[in-house]
Every structure is written in structure tokens, then in C-alpha cells.
């Protein structure tokens, strides 16, 4: 079964789509939790951080540089988050990892 990310992906779900290249896809997200919430996904389905493998090590690398891409395109000078969650009591609500880029608004510690 094919997740709302892949989905999104191919083009059968919209999202709007701020960056793209041949490994990942950036999108708004739907629901956001601060001024500027995207999303980096990476194109290849790798369910979880904590699952990724030794040859996914280009593609992790690429969605944090990615996230740092997009935190300068939205002018995110003051400072910005990035979140991966993994599992039930991480907070993951879509089997497919991604990575959450916040900001926009001061951050508070601890989260969650």
C-alpha cells in the first residue's frame, strides 16, 4: 500500500511542491505548526530514521542539506528546527521518512 508521501510523489495526490531534484520532494505542510512548515521527502520509500540503511547514507545526507536549502529560501535567518520522527512515541503519523522543517516563530525547549 502505497503512503500519502508516495502518493504525493506521483503526482496523485496534490501538495504544493516548493522543491524538487532527482532524490527528493519539499512540500508545505498541510497542517502547519509554526509560519513556515515543509516537509523533505525522499523520493526512494525508506520507512523510518531508525531503519535506514548504510546505502541510504547519500539520500539522509541530501534531505538535511535540502532542509537547510529551503530554511535560506524562506528567510529563516533567525533560526529554524528540524524534526525526524521515528515511531509510535516519536510522533510518527506517516511510514515514510521525512524531515520537518519549522519556523518562522521562537521555538521552545523541550518540545513535545
Same mark, same amino acid.
Given at each position: =500500500? ?10 496523485? %495526490?496534490?501538495?504544493?511542491? %516548493? ?10 505542510? /498541510? ?14 520509500? $525508506? ?11 547519500? %539520500? /539522509?545526507?541530501? #534531505? ?11 528567510? #529563516? ?7 525526524? !520522527? !521515528? ?6 503519523? /506517516?511510514?515514510? #521518512?521525512? /524531515?520537518? $522543517?519549522?519556523?518562522?516563530?521562537? =521555538? ?5
Amino acid at each position: =500500500m502505497s503512503t500519502i508521501f508516495e502518493k504525493i510523489i506521483k503526482r496523485e %495526490i496534490p501538495a504544493e511542491i %516548493i522543491y524538487e531534484d532527482s532524490v527528493c520532494i519539499a512540500i508545505r505542510d /498541510v497542517a502547519p505548526q509554526a509560519p513556515t512548515h515543509a516537509l523533505v521527502i525522499p523520493k526512494k520509500p $525508506i520507512l523510518r530514521i531508525g531503519e535506514a540503511q548504510e546505502d541510504d547514507i547519500e %539520500i /539522509v545526507g541530501r #534531505l538535511l542539506l535540502v532542509a537547510g536549502k529551503i530554511a535560506r529560501t524562506e528567510k #529563516l535567518d533567525k533560526g529554524f528546527r528540524i524534526i525526524i !520522527n !521515528n515511531g509510535e512515541h516519536g510522533g510518527e503519523t /506517516v511510514p515514510h #521518512l521525512h /524531515v520537518h $522543517i519549522i519556523g518562522g516563530r521562537q =521555538m521552545s525547549w523541550p518540545p513535545g
